[in-house]
């Protein structure tokens, strides 16, 4: 079955960095766009990042554009999210997730999550 396992997250100041790893498995990782989301306290899940198969392709929300990048290594099957200058407002869960093509119509798949939070 499809499995999302982020980790790398944790407490860090101001200004800090943190990367974010998602090992992905159970589909063709190598064939499928990823994307990171992120969901604040009291706040609705928004989207981060997104990276296309091949990772030639990256989409960013204004919010982290110029401080994250997303990569991908699909000999690994991992995800990555490199978070530079972060700040207090980065402060949420971090989900992996991808949408792939059931029977049924396209389905979404999420990880468990993981939690960062940017404190002096």
């Known amino acids: 079955q499809v499995q999302l396992v982020e980790s790398g997250g944790g407490l860090v100041q101001p200004g800090g960095s943190l990367r974010l790893s998602c090992a992905a498995s159970g589909f063709t990782f190598s064939g499928s766009t990823m994307s990171w989301y992120r969901q604040a306290p009291g706040k609705e899940r928004e989207l981060v990042a997104s990276i296309t198969s091949a990772g030639t392709s990256r989409d960013y929300a204004d919010s982290v554009k110029g401080r994250f990048t997303i990569s991908r290594d699909n000999s690994e099957n991992t995800l990555y999210l490199q978070m530079n200058s972060l700040k207090p407002e980065d402060t949420a869960v971090y989900y992996c997730?991808?949408?792939?093509?059931?029977?049924?119509?396209?389905?979404?798949?999420w990880g468990q999550g993981t939690q960062v939070t940017v404190s002096s």
């Open positions: 997730t991808v949408v792939l093509q059931r029977w049924s119509g396209p389905r979404a798949y």
